[in-house]
């Protein structure tokens, strides 16, 4: 109801990659964007603007889900274009 009446603001996707140095407002963004993409066995990430181990672990999830962790050599520790787009997108 909240959405349908513009009740709530619209968050925009940052437009630089988000790395645990990023706005807490970026950080939120992709915290709010996986919850709503990760598997359903995957826990729920507490919104916080943190970008601690559960987040990256959950970035790590969100990549293998997409079919991405195959062929990549990464932490977790950057979300950059590709998976921002992923993620606005709701790619699951």
Sequence with gaps: IA???KLIK???MPTKAITPDSSKE???WA???LNKTLPDWMPKLKVDG???PKTRIAVLVYWDSLGWGKH???DGKKI???TRQ???EGKK
């Design 80 to 82: 950059g274009t590709s």
């Design 72 to 74: 990549m050599n990464d």
């Design 31 to 33: 915290q709010e964007k």
């Design 26 to 28: 970026d950080i939120k």
């Design 86 to 88: 992923a993620l606005a």
């Design 10 to 12: 619209p968050s925009k």
């Design 50 to 52: 943190d970008y601690g």
């Design 3 to 5: 959405e349908y009446f």
